[in-house]
Structures are given as C-alpha cells and as structure tokens.
C-alpha cells in the first residue's frame, strides 16, 4: 500500500488541495492521503489561526467524496509545537515493511527545507512529492537536498535545466524526491481568507460543504462592532 501525508494549516481547504492529492494519488498510485492540519506549526503565529477544530472539520467535509482521502489527527491541537520530522517518525512506526510512505509538499515549502527541524532525517523518513511549476529549475531542489543527503547518479546539468526534461526523480540514500508539475493552483489560501473578510465567497474554489461550513461558522468574516 502506498501512503502520503499532505500537511498544512488548511485554513481553509480548497479545491486546489484536492486537486493536487487527485494527481499525486493517480501519478504514484496512492491508496490513501492522510490530510493532516497542523495543530502546532513553528513557522506560524498560533493566535492567526483558525481554530484548530474549525480547520480540521473542513478538512474532514472535503474529504468526503473521496474513499482514498482520510482526515487525520496526527497533530491535533495540544498546545504543543508540532515538527514534520516527528510527525513521520511516529506515522513509520504503524506501518508495516511493504508499505511506502510519502510526504506531498509544495515547492515553496520544500525550498525552506533548511529551516525544518533535522531536515536530513526527514528525507530519510519517506519520498518527498513536491508539487511544482512547470519549468521550475532543477537546480533549486538539488541546492537544498545537497547538504542533506547524497544524491544517487550523476547529474548532468545541461540536460536537466528544469523538471521539463526526462529526469522525474531525484534518488537519495534511501528515498526519492520526485515531482509533480501537471497540477493547477489558481488560488492560495490567505487569498480566500480575504475574498471571505470583503464578503465575497470565491465562486468554485472551495468544495461546496466546506463553504457551506465557512458561511454558517461565520469564518474569515470582520466583525463589525
């Protein structure tokens, strides 16, 4: 069985996230994707949050349609700060020597790999699938993984410019980095939050439940006094 952890604030969860654990689960034949909220993230300010129950009952309305999407508790709210490498550490452990674990991530997130926690470790825990742009240059994600981790093979610069090209993968030690490009994401979350505060609901970019949800919690709104 092959399984990926999609992590994020999800605050709140679009069809942009959907979009992207549908081509990931199709492109590396996932069976499952554990959609994990952060509880905890260290790069955040906790009092800019949602509300870690409010996030987590969208991510389990737009998981719904999906048998293949489970929402997950793995880093529920406890007021603890949560690390990703922790996260796949304890996740390892529950599965079994024939299953595959990955972890999805943007390319932007990816790029700030240096200032996870034990970043050469968290390679070493699972396949990275970082979802790109198309033509984004390889060099980028071979300047962070360096210093972490040997890369397998020779890496011939002038034929590999960009993710464009024959190379899908980036092998290390003991996993891959591989990835996705075939994906649009025409909307960011802070994006939404905004559109929410000016009163004006994104048309199509949310799944229907969450922004029925989003309307009837009065989420993202400004309260007037």
């Known amino acids: ?3 990926a952890l999609f992590g994020g604030t999800f605050d709140p969860i679009h069809n942009g996230h959907l979009r992207v654990a ?8 996932l069976d499952r994707v554990l959609f994990v909220p952060s509880g905890g993230p260290p790069h955040k300010p906790q009092n800019r ?10 991510v389990t309305l737009a998981c719904a349609r999906d048998p293949r999407f489970i929402p997950s508790l793995l880093e529920a709210a406890d007021g603890r700060l949560r690390y990703s490498v922790d996260t796949l550490k304890y996740f390892r452990k529950t599965l079994s020597a024939k ?3 990955f972890f999805l991530s943007g390319v932007d997130a990816f790029l700030d790999l240096p200032k996870w926690k034990s970043p050469g470790r968290l390679l070493d825990l699972a396949d990275f699938i970082v979802v ?8 980028e ?10 890369i397998e093979g020779a890496v011939e610069s002038a034929k590999e410019k960009s993710w464009d090209g024959a190379r899908q993968a980036i092998k290390l030690k003991h996993s891959s980095v591989h990835i996705l490009t075939s994906v649009n994401v025409p909307v960011a979350s802070h994006e ?7 009163g004006r609901p994104p048309a199509g970019l949310l799944p229907p439940l969450v922004e029925e949800y989003i309307m009837k919690e009065e989420l993202y709104q400004v309260r007037r006094k």
Request: aromatic share 10%.
């Open 192 to 198: 939404i939050r905004a559109a929410m505060a000016r």
């Open 1 to 3: 069985m092959n399984i």
């Open 99 to 101: 299953e595959r674990l």
């Open 49 to 58: 949050l949602t509300p870690f129950s409010h996030r987590f009952a969208m």
């Open 141 to 150: 994600i071979l300047r962070v993984v360096r210093p972490y981790q040997p």
């Open 132 to 139: 790109s742009r198309p033509g984004f240059p390889l060099k």
């Open 22 to 29: 549908r081509r990931a689960a199709q492109k590396f034949s």
